[in-house]
Structures are given as C-alpha cells and as structure tokens.
C-alpha cells in the first residue's frame, strides 16, 4: 500500500525537473531537430517534384520529337509523291507532245507523199503522153504508110485514150 | 489504434513463459526430493536451527522503493543527502548518520530536533523506544504512527531523476548538432539511431492522434516519450548507473499523468465541453451521461498513472522473485533455472520498456486530439 501513495519530495523534484527538462529539449533538442528534419522532407518532395517535371518535360519532349519525325517522314512522302505526279505528268506530257508531234510529222509526211504521188503521176501522165505520143507518131509514121490503116489506127487510138 | 497485436504478442510470450515455468515446478519436486533426502541425512544435525523464512514480498518492495542511501555492492554504500523541512525550518544531513538503519533505531538530532528512519522514511522520533528498541509508536500493522517532517531529501530516485536527465539532454542536444552540422544530409552516428524514433513518435504517434495541430505537442510528446523509455531502461539495469525504479514510482507517474492532464484541459476546445457537458442525447440523460463524461476526465490521466507504474513496478518484482527463488529453496541448484527465467524476463522487460513508453505517449496523444477535435 505504501507503494501507492506518491512521497511529496519526489513529487516536487519530479515536477520541476521534468518541466525544465522538457523547456531545455524543446530549445535545445526538439526544435532544430524537427526543424531540420521537416526542411529535409521539404527538399526531397521538391527534388522527387522536380523529377517528375523533369520526367514529364522527358516525355514532351519525346512526343515532341515523335511528332517532328511523323511530320518530317509526312513532307518527305509529300515531296516524293508531288515529284512523281510532276514526272507522271512531264513523261505524259512528253509522250503526248511526240505523238502530236509524230502525228504532225505523219500528216506532213502523208500530204508530201500525196503531193509527190501526185508529181509523180503528172510526170508519168506527161511520161505516158509524152511516151504515147512517141508511139503514137512510130505507130503513125508505120501506119502512115498504108492511109486506109492509117484512118483505122487513128479512129482506134483515140477511142482508147478517152477511155483512159 | 492498430497497436493491438503488441500486446497480444506480450501477454501470449507471458502466458508460454508462465506455463513453462509452472510446469517445471509440478515435475521437479520429485527429483530433488531424492536429492533433498540424501542431504537431510547428512544435514540432519544442522536442520533444527530452523532458518529465519525468507520473504521474497519484503525483500522485492525494499528493492523498488525509494532509498536515501545507494547501495553499490556488500557494506558498500553511497550516502545521499537528507533534507528536511521541519518546524524549525530547514536541516540537511548525511543519511549515513543513521548508520545504515532502517528499523527507527538510531536517532539523528539536528536543530534541537531528534529523527529516525524507518522503512526508507523520516519520522520524528518518539521521546522513549518501544519494546524493540525503536524509537517510534507502531499501531497493530506495524505501521508508524509519528509525525513526519517534509521530506526533499536527494533520494536514489531524485538521484536517477537528475542522471536520466544528463543523459536525455546530452544525447538530444548531440542529435540536434548534427542536424546543425550537417544541414539536410542524411544522419550520422547517434543521429542515425533516434531519427527513426523521433520519426516515430511524430508520424505514427501525434500525427494520427492530433491532426494538423501536432506541431504544438511534439515537444511534450517527445520529452514524455524519452523520459519513460530512457528510466524505463535505466531501471533495467541492476547495478550503479541504474537499479532505481524511477518509472515505477507512483509520485512520477502521478507528474507525468498531470502534465497530460492539464494539457488536456487547458487546449480542450468547446466541441471536447459541450460532449461533456451538453452530449448529444436525450436530456433526461444528463443525470447519468454529465458525471459519467466529467469523471472520464480524470479517470484517463488517473489510468496512465497506474498503467505505467503498474507495469514497471511488476516487471522489476517479476525479476526480483525470479531470482529470490534461490533463497526461497535455499538451494544453488535452482540458480541456473532462475537465471535463465530472470534472464527471459528481462528481455520482455526491454520490450515493455518500449511499450509502455509508447503507451503512455500515444495515450496522452489521443485524450489531446479527443480534445482539440474540431467537429462531431
């Protein structure tokens, strides 16, 4: 039982002692620790704040990147495919202008190969008039001997010149 | 809480070492009463001078109390000084004029004024000595019925007090260089050992107990926590340094349950006075429910008081029976038996230690936030 009833000497020691106690550690111990500790965890959540910007900044950049890829490979197919086009249509041109060319050369060439046609058979008109007419005149000039074949000769020949 | 397994963990080690240990007792006493009959035939002469009975009661409530002298080891002992505040003012003496008497026999005369002790306690000392030669009048429990001067005497405990403080204040003030010395690096040395702890006491203790308002109550939180488990080891150890049962001491508990007490009450806010006096029940309630909640207000503090003086006091009369058990056979052979259970003892003791330091400070952590609370 006397274990149970507090002696008034320690009581007044204990008081006094544990409240200068606890002022001494709380100046001395407890505020700079806390405070350091609490600025401690300040500093890592700012850095792990900045490696998370940093990893964010990462990935934009990356998607950034990504995007200036896709849009630089987009150009280049849109370079080659308008340079195509441009050949498509320069060899369909080509093509087009040589045929209209051709074309023209074969007009050209079909009316000179009428118009020589057409010397030549005025020549060979004027040859075979010309050749008829030697003929006409040894035929004659045989014939011419004898009158009567003579007018018989003449009466023919000309019956076959007008069917010519 | 979620601290519930602690003690779960405790009482079921207790409960295992308990068992164990009864169970040795109900199998042993056949083999060594083979032994115990080979020796009465040879000790058989000296057994008639019936040895004085040992009371391992006396002998563990002599060792936990207060003391106003510092047994170091056999005659050896450090004298403590004795002060008094008497009728006639103060007086201050050795304690080792009592000559190491703890029965009121030897009388101090200071100031015209005659002192004796007994049972570690300063009474005036009666004009003539009783039958035993005390100078005390003693009613039917052998209780002293003098008066006694105010006693504020440098006890062993005052003693431990004032030690447990050098050493809470040396090491916390060396943490705190560190933290001066090596501004946001991590901990080194002593540092590096009470960090987590301080971190602790801050983020499993005041934090979920106090909300946001924590800051304001690290410090007493700290100090309280560190001043418990400190004594509460220092208490462990039986020689010198330590051997005083500080924490088991009703009169610090009684500062300590105080402390957390008036902290209670002067922050309690007028959510915490209207649940008392104004509890959202019927108002026919009142009569029961008003006294219920104001005796709650001291039943809380009153609790952690017993609570810690309770567990502390036990362990070290757990330790002490233990090894008594030695004089209580009055056999050597018992030694390794009590040793090793003493042994087992005192390393659940460090446990509790912790424990009860951890108890203690969230307790006083939760009756705070139940009174700073903000709403219902």
Known sequence: MELLLPEFGLVIFQSIAFLLLMFLLAKFAWKPVLAAIKERELSIDEALNKAELAKQEMTRLTAQNEELMKSARAERDLILKEAKTLKDSIVNEAKLSAQTEGAKLIEKAKIEIENQKKAALAELKNQVSTLSLDIAERVLRNQLQDKATQQDLVANLLKDVELN | ?376
């Open chain 2, 1 to 376: 809480m979620d601290c519930s397994h602690v003690f779960e963990f405790k009482v079921k080690r207790l409960i295992v070492v308990f068992t164990l240990f009864l169970a040795f007792f109900s199998v042993t006493p056949a083999a060594f009463a083979q032994v115990d009959t080979a020796q009465v035939t040879e000790d058989s002469h000296a057994q008639p001078e019936a040895k004085e009975k040992f009371d391992i009661g006396k002998f563990a409530l002599h060792h936990i109390a207060d003391s106003h002298s510092w047994h170091v080891i056999g005659h050896t002992y450090i004298d403590l000084p004795v002060i008094l505040y008497t009728k006639a003012g103060f007086v201050n003496f050795s304690s080792a004029d009592f000559n190491h008497d703890d029965d009121g026999k030897v009388i101090v005369e200071r100031k015209g004024q005659r002192f004796v002790k007994m049972h570690e306690k300063i009474y005036y000392a009666s004009d003539a000595a009783n039958e035993h030669g005390q100078f005390l009048s003693l009613d039917e429990k052998h209780h002293a019925s003098n008066e006694r001067p105010l006693d504020l005497s440098i006890t062993k405990n005052v003693c431990t007090l004032f030690l447990s403080i050098i050493i809470l204040l040396v090491v916390f003030i060396n943490v705190a260089n560190g933290y001066k010395k090596r501004v946001g690096k991590s901990p080194k040395g002593l540092q590096s050992w009470m960090e987590p702890i301080i971190l602790f006491v801050r983020d499993d203790i005041a934090k979920p107990n106090l909300g946001h308002k924590y800051e304001r109550f690290m410090p007493y939180l700290l100090t309280v926590f560190f001043f418990i488990w400190f004594n509460n080891m220092l208490g462990l150890i039986p020689f010198l340094p330590g051997g005083a049962n500080l924490t088991g001491n009703i009169a610090v508990t009684m500062i300590l349950a105080i402390a957390t007490f008036c902290l209670t009450v002067f922050n309690g806010n007028k959510y915490y006075w209207k649940h008392i006096f104004m509890p959202d029940v019927p108002w026919w309630m009142y009569i029961v429910m008003v006294p219920v909640e104001l005796f709650g207000i001291f039943t809380k503090p009153i609790a952690l008081m017993i609570r810690l003086f309770a567990n502390i006091t036990a362990g070290h009369i757990l330790v002490l029976s233990l090894i008594c058990l030695v004089f209580v056979f009055n056999s050597l052979y018992i030694a390794p038996v009590s040793i090793a259970f003493a042994v087992f003892i005192g390393a659940i003791e460090l446990l509790v230690a912790f424990i009860q330091a951890f108890i203690f400070t969230i307790l006083s952590a939760l009756f705070i936030g139940m009174a700073i609370e903000e709403h219902h």
